[in-house]
């Protein structure tokens, strides 16, 4: 029973990073219908930009968070600029959208890869140590990350759902053509949703390598974030949140249970089990094309 | 000599494979990164099936290809039942490379984990190499010319409309996406008897992109398109070797660009034919007389 605890305590800190990833694909999804491939690099870049900051420049661990959230979304939106945006505008099937967010990602975490190398980092901050519920063990930094994760949710609950840009973002989610006749600007919708997706995938990428460690193909991760999104239901930001939370912790039991090396191979299976039986994900309404 | 011959066998290896994802990416639209774990997958049981069985090398290739096609149904049969969009099948195909990659890495007992199966001989040779690309490229467009390749095309470009004609679109993409496993796992068997040794770390999510890119760059709807970019990728790297780091973040620049301003590829829409063949075949062999009286006949 302990250790059944001590790994949903464990599976909901991983949980809380995939449902960051998790809800930043689901939005770029919403608006424009296509899977942001290169938001993994964005990740990776994140966590190398906090991770240069600690330990080239000495900052402390907050400032550094600040400068690679702005860094992150620096990156995300020019890429935006240079990679999506004409495509976009000349209404280019999605096909030719995943293959230049593709190409960004490749280009982005080789470029990573050639600049700082292929090693394995540890994260420089300091071990904040753990503290005891009963049996169970909590890492202080688990805690941290799951705080700090559900935190960024909520504001961006509350942007989205309170405030007139965030219900520009759901007019356009509906529909982004009656959306700009409405005098909803679409580069300013584009420019907050990847201006998101850099904030959401820098602060996953600075916990995720605090939890494992700083390396260029790092955002591979984000394939479970996308399982988990798939398993929620698509496009639907809360359903994300549900399918990562429940990823996190069937995989980190998972792990306990039986190996760590199976723990992949088992999302994987989820992922097929799930759509065999549920095609449109647990919580998703049919994804069938609209007309 | 020798290296030429590595050229010319590596290149035609990527070519069957690069045809395996022109038929499911770029005529049907569906975009698929995770090929590799098909290779691995065909490239494996031809293995298994020449060295322990004793299966001859080209029936062992054969079935080594109906074995990845049959794998492949695990994830297209959820995948498309599920009428998943394109963007999903894609992380299902990455998901299942992984997955073949990680039980291939943990599994000692008869794949040999991650040191790799070996005790092949190395039977991949120029010559059968030249004459599986061929054979691959004349099944590939009689595939993609008939009517279940139209099919195809008409999913790429719409699959509503296509569904509305009574195009079976279950049917199709399982037939598309199982003729373009067997293609990747006819070039992982031919690999594994060139190096003569197989390991899971060469069925990474790197060589996926690679044979993505020769699809990219060769052009959407067209055979000769990727076969001529996955021979000069292949041979281009081998020849510049000092360029190789660089060689990804070209590759993902060049999908940029060419997504940007030639999003058809170079090639793309351009189709291999052979009626130039014909015409000069006629031309020079077939009496006048008998010429002219087939042209009235056509008419």
Same mark, same amino acid.
């Given at each position: 029973?302990?250790?059944?605890?001590?790994?949903?305590?464990?599976?909901?800190?991983?949980?809380?990073?995939?449902?960051?990833?998790?809800?930043? =694909?689901?939005?770029?999804?919403?608006?424009?219908?296509?899977?942001?491939?290169?938001?993994?690099?964005?990740?990776?870049?994140?966590?190398?930009?906090?991770? =240069?900051?600690?330990?080239?420049?000495?900052?402390?661990?907050?400032?550094?968070?600040?400068?690679?959230?702005?860094?992150?979304?620096?990156?995300?939106?020019?890429?935006?600029?240079?990679?999506?945006?004409?495509?976009?505008?000349?209404?280019?099937?999605?096909?030719?959208?995943?293959?230049?967010?593709?190409?960004?990602?490749?280009?982005?975490?080789?470029?990573?890869?050639?600049?700082?190398?292929?090693?394995?980092?540890?994260?420089?901050?300091?071990?904040?140590?753990?503290?005891?519920?009963?049996?169970?063990?909590?890492?202080?930094?688990?805690?941290?990350?799951?705080?700090?994760?559900?935190?960024?949710?909520?504001?961006?609950?509350?942007?989205?759902?309170?405030?007139?840009?965030?219900?520009?973002?759901?007019?356009?989610?509906? #529909?982004?053509?009656?959306?700009?006749?409405?005098?909803?600007?679409?580069?300013?919708?584009?420019?907050?949703?990847?201006?998101?997706?850099?904030?959401?995938?820098?602060?996953?990428?600075?916990?995720?390598?605090?939890?494992?460690?700083?390396?260029?193909?790092?955002?591979?991760?984000?394939?479970?974030?996308?399982?988990?999104?798939?398993?929620?239901?698509?496009?639907?930001?809360?359903?994300?949140?549900?399918?990562?939370?429940?990823?996190?912790? @069937?995989?980190?039991?998972?792990?306990? =249970?039986?190996?760590?090396?199976?723990? #992949?191979?088992?999302?994987? @299976?989820?992922?097929?089990?799930?759509?065999?039986?549920?095609?449109?994900?647990?919580?998703?309404?049919?994804?069938?094309?609209?007309? | 000599?020798?290296?030429?011959?590595?050229?010319?066998?590596?290149?035609?290896i990527?070519?069957?494979?690069?045809?395996?994802?022109?038929?499911?990416?770029?005529?049907?639209?569906?975009?698929?990164?995770?090929?590799?774990?098909?290779m691995a997958l065909g490239g494996y049981a031809c293995a298994i099936l020449v060295t322990t069985f004793h299966v001859p090398f080209a029936i062992a290739l054969i079935i080594g290809g109906l074995f990845a096609?049959?794998?492949?149904?695990?994830?297209?049969?959820?995948?498309?039942?599920?009428?998943?969009?394109?963007?999903?099948?894609?992380?299902?195909?990455?998901?299942?490379?992984?997955?073949?990659?990680?039980?291939l890495?943990?599994t000692y007992k008869v794949v040999g984990g991650a040191f790799g199966f070996m005790g092949m001989s190395n039977l991949t040779t120029?010559?059968v190499?030249?004459?599986?690309?061929?054979?691959?490229?004349?099944?590939?467009?009689?595939?993609?010319?008939?009517?279940?390749?139209?099919?195809?095309?008409? $999913?790429?470009?719409?699959?509503?409309?296509?569904?509305?004609?009574?195009?079976?679109?279950?049917?199709?993409?399982?037939?598309?996406?199982?003729?373009?496993?067997?293609?990747?796992g006819v070039a992982g068997g031919l690999m594994g008897f060139y190096m003569a040794y197989l390991s899971p770390?060469f069925f990474?999510?790197?060589?996926?992109?690679?044979?993505?890119?020769?699809?990219?760059?060769?052009?959407?709807?067209?055979?000769?398109?990727?076969?001529?970019?996955?021979?000069?990728?292949?041979?281009?790297?081998?020849?510049?070797?000092?360029?190789?780091?660089?060689?990804? $973040?070209?590759?993902?620049?060049?999908?940029?660009?060419?997504?940007?301003?030639?999003?058809?590829?170079?090639?793309?829409?351009?189709?291999?034919?052979?009626?130039?063949?014909?015409?000069?075949?006629?031309?020079?062999?077939?009496?006048?007389?008998?010429?002219?009286?087939?042209?009235?006949?056509?008419?």
């Open positions: 029973m302990d250790l059944f605890l001590q790994q949903v305590v464990s599976g909901i800190s991983i949980g809380a990073i995939y449902s960051l990833l998790a809800v930043g =694909y689901a939005l770029v999804y919403s608006v424009y219908n296509f899977t942001n491939w290169a938001f993994d690099a964005f990740m990776a870049f994140g966590a190398f930009m906090a991770f =240069y900051a600690i330990s080239s420049f000495f900052l402390p661990f907050w400032v550094a968070a600040i400068i690679s959230i702005l860094l992150a979304i620096g990156m995300a939106v020019s890429t935006e600029k240079l990679a999506y945006r004409s495509l976009r505008l000349r209404k280019a099937p999605r096909l030719f959208m995943m293959i230049s967010a593709m190409g960004a990602n490749l280009a982005i975490v080789n470029l990573l890869n050639l600049f700082f190398g292929g090693q394995f980092r540890r994260f420089p901050v300091e071990n904040i140590g753990t503290f005891s519920m009963g049996q169970v063990s909590v890492g202080r930094m688990d805690v941290l990350a799951g705080i700090i994760s559900f935190g960024v949710l909520g504001l961006l609950w509350v942007f989205l759902y309170r405030t007139k840009p965030g219900l520009g973002i759901r007019a356009s989610s509906i #529909d982004i053509l009656t959306a700009s006749l409405m005098g909803i600007n679409n580069d300013a919708v584009a420019f907050i949703i990847f201006a998101v997706t850099g904030v959401l995938s820098s602060v996953a990428g600075i916990f995720y390598g605090i939890k494992y460690a700083v390396y260029p193909t790092m955002g591979i991760v984000t394939i479970k974030a996308m399982i988990a999104s798939i398993v929620g239901g698509l496009g639907s930001l809360p359903a994300a949140v549900v399918g990562s939370m429940l990823l996190g912790i @069937l995989e980190t039991l998972v792990a306990g =249970y039986i190996s760590s090396t199976y723990r #992949d191979l088992f999302s994987f @299976l989820f992922l097929v089990i799930i759509l065999l039986f549920f095609p449109n994900g647990l919580m998703g309404k049919s994804s069938d094309e609209k007309l | 000599m020798g290296y030429l011959n590595a050229i010319i066998i590596l290149g035609g990527n070519i069957i494979a690069a045809l395996g994802v022109a038929i499911i990416t770029g005529y049907t639209g569906l975009f698929t990164i995770g090929h590799a774990g098909f096609g049959l794998c492949s149904f695990i994830i297209g049969v959820p995948a498309f039942r599920s009428q998943l969009r394109g963007d999903y099948f894609a992380i299902a195909t990455l998901g299942l490379s992984e997955a073949i990659r990680l039980i890495n943990t120029v010559p190499v030249v004459i599986a690309v061929i054979l691959a490229l004349f099944f590939a467009h009689m595939f993609v010319t008939s009517q279940y390749g139209k099919n195809c095309i008409a $999913i790429s470009q719409d699959e509503v409309a296509a569904q509305m004609m009574g195009v079976n679109l279950l049917r199709t993409k399982l037939i598309a996406l199982f003729i373009s496993a067997f293609y990747a770390s990474t999510i790197t060589r996926s992109s690679d044979l993505l890119a020769a699809v990219v760059f060769g052009g959407i709807q067209s055979l000769i398109g990727p076969t001529i970019t996955a021979f000069v990728l292949v041979a281009v790297p081998e020849l510049l070797r000092v360029f190789s780091e660089w060689r990804l $973040i070209v590759y993902g620049l060049l999908f940029v660009i060419i997504m940007l301003f030639r999003p058809q590829g170079l090639l793309g829409y351009v189709e291999m034919n052979f009626a130039f063949a014909r015409r000069w075949w006629n031309a020079v062999f077939t009496p006048h007389q008998a010429k002219q009286g087939t042209i009235k006949g056509d008419q």
